[in-house]
């Protein structure tokens, strides 16, 4: 059927005059660029649909970014000072503890037993002193009485009542007794410096017993245990590593850009990667005084005032310290915010017609920046809704 169809035009137009078919061709092509024009009116001149936004006022926060970890500004890692085996262990990873407590025992038998020969030696020699000192009392009396003697013979020798021998042999006894003290005093000065030593190894051993019981050097909190009951260690073996809650920040990395903007005291947002739909506050309290240079960052101590139910050291979080805070000022999304010829600045929807309007900008945050000139609360600032469409200023809008 088609084909009769197509047939019988064919066969009209045939028929059909040369100055008639140049009209129907003429309507043909007429048809055809109206077709064109009606597509291109659409694309081009057809209202774009945009998000609109009113210019209001009220505050901008501009802060610093920073990335870095949860660190103790008080951490140590508890070992021993003697080599020993573990025999008791006090603690455990995620026990909190006080100043003095004990937190681990090694095993102390050896140590008791030196302990006790050196109490046995000290006690010995003290004794022996003490004995020392009965010998000089003697050697004293020994002395008084050959002086005496010596003093009779010299009277008698005047008289003529004594002979030389008797005279000889009383100043021999005097010079022996007067040896013998002399002696005794030695042997107890001696004896003495034998007390000392023996004070000292009980002293050493005592302090070595002392080191099988190591306490906690401050209250905090045990973050890691390493080993167990039954490990021998030597000093230095790391044991516990026990960190004081006085203290906790985040130590982050910051742009060397910002520099001139920070301060000591600063308040500041913590954002753990674990909540990062929560924020903690926090505080600077130290900036570092070196940057990387390859990375051209510092470090900045942001003090955690209030921590998360679940922490840990060295987990990774987000610090927006602020620099700067403004309240009731003139503000536009930063998504309206658009670049034209190196220049800054919004679409403006004035009647229904897109209008670019260059600004100047004052304080930022990721949400906001404050408009300081080229718009002013009231003004309707637009954004095509698809995202695809770029506004060039002068098209049709139309609000979705």
Known sequence: MANETWECYLSDMKELSPWMRGILRFLKWLLTLAAIGGAIYWFRFSPVLVQEHTVGRGEIVEEALGTGTLEARVKVTVSPKISGRLQEMRVDQGDHVAAGDLLVRLDDADLRQQVEIAQASLAAAKAAVERLKTDLQRAK????????????????????????ADMDKAVES????????????????????????????????????????????????????MLDPGDVVVPGTPILTLVSLKELWISAWVDETVMGSLAVDQQARV???????????????????????????FIVDVRVLKLPPNWAIGQRAEVYIETARKTACPRVPVAFLQRRENALGVFLDQQGIA???????????????EVVSGVRPGDVVVLPQDGKHALAGGERIKVQ
Do not use: C
């Not at 005496?148 to 013979?153: A, E, K, L, T």
């Not at 954002?271 to 960052?297: C, I, M, N, W």
């Open 355 to 369: 209008r670019w309007r260059p600004v100047t900008l004052g304080l930022q945050n990721p949400q906001w920046f």
């Open 141 to 164: 009396a020994v002395l008084v009485q050959a002086r005496r003697q010596h003093q009779r013979v010299q009277q008698l020798m005047a008289s003529n009542a004594q002979t030389e």
């Open 271 to 297: 954002v753990f990667r674990s909540e990062a739909d929560h924020s903690y506050p926090g505080q600077v309290v130290r900036l570092g005084k070196e940057a990387d240079r390859e990375t051209r960052e």
């Open 174 to 225: 005097l010079a022996i007794a007067e040896a013998g003290v002399a002696q005794s005093q030695a042997a107890i000065a001696e004896g003495k410096t034998g007390v000392t030593a023996a004070e000292k190894t009980l002293a050493y051993h005592d302090a070595r017993l002392d080191d099988t019981q190591i306490n906690a050097p401050f209250a905090g909190l045990i973050i890691r245990r």
